[in-house]
């Protein structure tokens, strides 16, 4: 069974193919990768694994573009 976790703020983010936020995460499980959903700069709503993406950055937690 998964759960679905859906950010109160999108959460820039960097995947293979573009820049743009993570709207929400889809936990599958202990020995799986999460499955993200991100809407992408053009537009486009696509879903990635944990190992696909990257945060863009966060001030928080001193996250820096490099």
Not at 21 to 40: L, P, Q, S
Not at 52 to 63: E, M
Request: hydrophobic share 40%.
């Amino acid at each position: 069974m998964s759960n679905l976790h859906e950010f109160n703020n999108p959460i820039p983010v960097v995947t293979e193919i573009g820049e743009g936020y993570a709207i929400y995460a889809r936990d599958c499980g202990t020995f799986e990768n999460d499955v993200w959903t991100v809407v992408m700069d053009t537009g486009a709503v696509l879903h990635f694994r944990t190992d696909q993406l990257k945060v863009y950055a966060n001030a928080t937690f001193d996250i820096k573009k490099k």
